[in-house]
């Protein structure tokens, strides 16, 4: 099942479902075309007629660096020996549609497709063997990196939390929806940057769930993105980007520079 919140015609906020082709492929500039629905409480709208909304309301992102073996390469770092774990703020997120307008005067902020993990019951102190019982499904996310700051600071803050750095969605995919070994794509302007799978992860979503769980309650909502492969690199003013995860679908957004 994949599961959308929405605002409807009359601007009420609305959790229902998806119906249509997005999970195999359909980017925002065709929904329309595709007759993509969303549907609640007896209504169905089609999608160009509703403001699709990130699929949860996190209290917090909880980000992972380095996993994905081929990325630590290209950034000329070391693989790690435990997840890295950084965090964005709720500010940070945007949605599946919107324009995001990068930081201004920076000559580096770079695309990064990841797998998000949505939370679904408040947890700590979660064991590998039950993390996934925890897991409410999966949805795209673009970390976007201000490559200028990050370089300069240890903890982040301007390299990874500014507003709408983490674009995200389109719809909460169940965990059946999302192969063990599901494709993860970028597209920028409709030309392929990065292409790997997330059985390349380095850490796996259960170590990383019971690795984070030791230190931080993670609440219903919540959202775990999990590193990201190789292949990241510049925006620039007027990019269009697509972040495409097998069983989830496409998250679009562009992007405009100051």
């Known amino acids: 099942m994949h599961r959308v919140r929405f605002r409807d015609p009359a601007g009420s906020v609305r959790r229902g479902e998806w119906h249509g082709d997005t999970a195999e492929g359909t980017s925002a500039s065709n929904q329309t075309k595709s007759g ?44 790690p020996d435990r997840p890295l774990l950084f965090l964005k703020p709720p500010n940070a997120l945007a949605s599946h549609g919107d324009t995001v307008t990068l930081p201004a005067g920076k000559e580096r902020v770079e695309w990064e497709a990841e797998l998000a993990v ?6 700590r102190n979660v064991s590998e063997e039950e993390a996934m019982d925890y897991v409410a499904g999966f949805t795209c996310m673009n970390d976007i990196s201000n490559r200028d700051d990050q370089s300069r600071e240890q903890n982040w803050v301007r390299g990874k939390a500014f507003d709408n750095s ?28 990065q ?6 992860f380095i850490f796996s979503i259960p170590e990383l769930v019971a690795e984070i769980t030791t230190y931080v309650t993670l609440e219903p909502g919540d959202v775990i993105s999990t590193g990201t492969p190789e292949g990241v690199g510049p925006l620039s003013d007027g990019d269009t980007v697509e972040v495409e995860i097998e069983g989830v679908g496409v998250l679009e957004h562009d992007v405009r520079v100051p």
């Open 36 to 79: 993509d629905t969303v549907s609640f409480g007896g209504e169905t709208y089609a999608v160009d007629e509703v403001d699709v909304l990130p699929p949860c309301e996190p209290t917090k992102i909880v980000c992972i660096g380095r996993n994905y073996a081929k990325h630590a390469e290209e950034r000329n770092e070391d693989v």
């Open 118 to 123: 949505v939370v679904g019951e408040q947890c």
């Open 166 to 193: 983490a674009p995200l969605g389109p719809v909460l995919a169940t965990p059946d929806e999302v192969p063990d070994d599901a494709s993860i794509e970028l597209r920028v302007d409709g030309e392929t940057k």
């Open 195 to 200: 292409d790997s799978s997330i059985d390349a």
